[in-house]
T-cell receptor, first 113, second 112 residues
Framework: GENVEQHPSTLSVQEGDSAVIKCTYS??????FPWYKQELGKGPQLIID?????GEKKDQRIAVTLNKTAKHFSLHITETQPEDSAVYFC????????????FGKGTRLSVIA | DAGITQSPRHKVTETGTPVTLRCHQT?????MYWYRQDPGHGLRLIHY???????DKGEVSDGYSVSRSKTEDFLLTLESATSSQTSVYFC???????????FGPGTRLTVT
């Protein structure tokens, strides 16, 4: 089955700097890669996703890149703000059968003002 | 916010007692999921459902059972709770597997 590795587990950045979180996956048939943000005391919330037919997707200050050959994808947050502080999860799945999402273990991002 | 509620939101129970957590949705989504979240482990899938009476095991299903008799309700049962099942439990729903999963607010379960 799919296995998703996520790094780093914790990340501290100065406000205004960029943050990058990386994930690798094992199943070459995976084709859907979402990113979730979890604020303290809440459930995770989707912030961006990418499908295997594109290499990059942007939404304001966040972007995701996908390298299918290397089987890794990354989340980029530019001009970080204190409200970006949260735990971020990557996930992956293939579009066949009922195979569910497999999540990485999460990255705790702290943006220091 | 997606219409997902979880009950109870907090529960303390003793080892060996049965516990049932309820997830209720008003979105008529086909897929429903139960996850547990523990420090250092992220989100781990317990069981999921892809339709009424259609369920399957996830990564950490031992000690848990589920039932889905109606589209809107997905129940998670711990037949005999153990201290290792102390965790925060999240329910999630999705229209399809490769669409956004909406998460509920979570249930904090403590087994003493």
């Amino acid at each position: 089955g799919e296995n998703v590795e996520q790094h780093p587990s914790t990340l501290s950045v100065q406000e205004g700097d960029s943050a990058v979180i990386k994930c690798t996956y094992s199943d070459s048939a995976s084709n859907y890669f979402p990113w979730y943000k979890q604020e303290l005391g809440k459930g995770p919330q989707l912030i961006i996703d990418i499908r295997s037919n594109v290499g990059e997707k942007k939404d304001q200050r966040i972007a995701v890149t996908l390298n299918k050959t290397a089987k890794h994808f990354s989340l980029h947050i530019t001009e970080t703000q204190p409200e970006d502080s949260a735990v971020y999860f990557c996930a992956a799945t293939r579009n066949s059968g009922n195979t569910p999402l497999v999540f990485g273990k999460g990255t705790r991002l702290s943006v220091i003002a | 916010d997606a219409g997902i509620t979880q009950s109870p939101r907090h529960k303390v129970t003793e080892t060996g007692t049965p516990v049932t957590l309820r997830c209720h949705q008003t979105e008529n989504h086909r897929y429903m999921y139960w996850y547990r979240q523990d420090p250092g482990h992220g989100l781990r899938l317990i069981h999921y459902s892809y339709g009424v009476k259609d369920t399957d095991k996830g990564e950490v299903s031992d000690g848990y059972s589920v039932s889905r008799s109606k589209t809107e309700d997905f129940l998670l049962t711990l037949e005999s709770a153990t201290s290792s099942q102390t965790s925060v439990y999240f329910c999630a729903i999705s229209f399809d597997r490769v669409y956004e999963q909406y998460f509920g607010p979570g249930t904090r379960l403590t087994v003493t």
